[in-house]
């Protein structure tokens, strides 16, 4: 079981997150889209500042300020379960999409 982190207020995080098995998946136009509405959906729910997105193949890192009170692994697990039943959907696949855990550091 995973120590939970201790994390500061009004810090910038760099996070990032990594397709299963390195499929390029952000080479697909529909992929991006799809993730740049759930980023928008999510900062809107959440709130929170994003800067420095970054999209290359398989790999989606940026870097991410929470609001006071709010918690980032929350955060980064709602974007991590949504996005993925969304593509599904969309393309017809079932099954992960994320091949690692939420790598986060300051």
Request: proline share 6%; glycine share 8%; no cysteine.
């Amino acid at each position: 079981m995973h120590k939970p982190r201790k994390l500061d207020q009004n810090v910038w995080y760099k996070v990032g997150s990594e397709i299963n098995i390195g499929e390029p998946l952000f080479k697909l136009p529909m992929a991006k889209a799809l993730l740049h509405s759930v980023l928008l959906e999510t900062k809107a729910r959440y709130g929170f500042e994003m800067r420095g997105l970054r999209l290359e193949g398989a790999l989606l890192s940026f870097y991410i300020k929470p609001d006071d009170g709010l918690e980032l692994p929350e955060i980064m697990q709602w974007i991590k379960q949504t996005f993925p039943v969304r593509l599904n959907v969309l393309t017809g696949r079932t099954g992960h999409v994320w091949g690692d855990r939420l790598n986060a550091s300051r």
